[in-house]
């Protein structure tokens, strides 16, 4: 089974480490990627869906006690008769209204749950309320700060993990402050959600192209000069073969910072993926993009040639990790 190689590429000039993972690994990584990601949408809308319930039940409870209010008034000077059968179906409303706040308190708990469930998935630190000091505990000092100047995002760092989890009955008003704090915690986390896709659709990870009939035609490293076979020389990419004209595409989403000819590459399309990471795209017939092109993975970027230093039509494809070349087939090319 062919593997895959996961490259962690540190910003500063730090040692670059390689994780070797097989294709099955990869697709289930994928696969829970994905499932995670309807997870964390699923919660997210039925977040939505409990504000709304609670904004209902905060405003028939403001009704309840009106009406209520009303009533008591009205009894005041109205015969006593009917006095108890007012205050059991007062009762039975308040009744029907507890048993629907514990229902809403139910499932905040539960999202609760779900939501630092898939936290421990992603590597994200569950929400932990700040730890509150009694008389003489710890310290406190540092120059005096400016509140009324800083901004709202800095006032919310301490904001509490949760409002009701472990609290029995709670109140309607602690209901809608443990809805108003799942709804930040979950835009948290499909924030950081959107951070690692973006950084898995900025990893070469297929095959630039796209045909039955390809085929790696030389590897990378120290191979006999095509043109003196008497000679050794050091290979910096992967040539892979093809028919002629066939479509070659990016193999992760980057921007186009070189799209020209040159002497030895003849046409040649280069993509700048972040992190250090470029790929080279050579020998080509026509070139589809131009220099500051954006462009998504399987994007084409050019046609399969012969131009430049070669010995028939194929595409030289190179990776580079800040500046050096390195093994795609070993490390990026997919089955």
């Not at 003196?228 to 066939?246: M, Q, V």
Request: hydrophobic share 35%; proline share 6%.
């Amino acid at each position: 089974m062919r593997k895959w190689t996961v490259m962690l590429i540190p910003h500063d000039r730090g040692t670059t480490r390689s994780l070797n993972l097989h294709a099955l690994q990869l697709w289930v990584v994928a696969a829970l990627f994905v499932g995670l990601s309807f997870m964390a949408a699923f919660l997210f809308r039925r977040h939505q869906i409990l504000s709304r319930r609670v904004a209902d039940l905060r405003t028939l409870n403001l009704h309840l006690e009106e009406r209520l209010g009303a009533r008591l008034a009205s009894d005041v000077f109205a015969p006593k008769d009917g006095s108890d059968e007012a205050a059991a179906e007062v009762e039975q409303m308040r009744a029907d209204f507890e048993t629907s706040k514990d229902v809403m308190a139910a499932e905040l708990t539960r999202v609760y749950d779900l939501e630092n469930e898939v936290r421990q998935v992603y590597g994200l630190p569950p929400r932990v309320p700040p730890a509150e000091l009694g008389l003489g505990g710890g310290g406190k000092g540092g120059p005096p700060g400016e509140l009324d100047s800083a901004p709202d995002s800095a006032r919310e760092v301490g904001s509490p993990a949760h409002a009701i989890y472990g609290l029995w009955r709670p109140s309607a008003d602690l209901i809608i402050k443990e809805a108003r704090i799942r709804a930040g915690s979950l835009t948290e986390l499909l924030a950081a959600m959107e951070v690692r896709r973006e950084g898995l659709e900025r990893t070469p990870s297929i095959w630039p192209i796209n045909h039955p009939e390809r085929r790696i035609t030389s590897p990378f490293g120290r191979r006999r000069d095509p043109f003196n076979r008497a000679k050794w020389d050091s290979h910096n990419g992967t040539d892979i073969g093809a028919p002629y004209g066939s479509s070659v595409m990016a193999t992760a989403k980057g921007e186009v910072v070189s799209s020209r000819w040159e002497s030895y590459y003849g046409n040649i399309v280069k993509i700048d993926h972040g992190n250090g990471i470029e790929t080279w795209y050579a020998h080509l017939s026509k070139r589809l993009v131009r220099e500051g092109e954006r462009v998504e993975r399987g994007h084409v970027v050019g046609k399969l040639g012969g131009s430049g230093r070669v010995t028939g039509p194929h595409l030289h494809y190179e990776v580079r990790v800040n500046g050096k070349p390195v093994d795609v087939e070993e490390r990026y090319l997919g089955n």
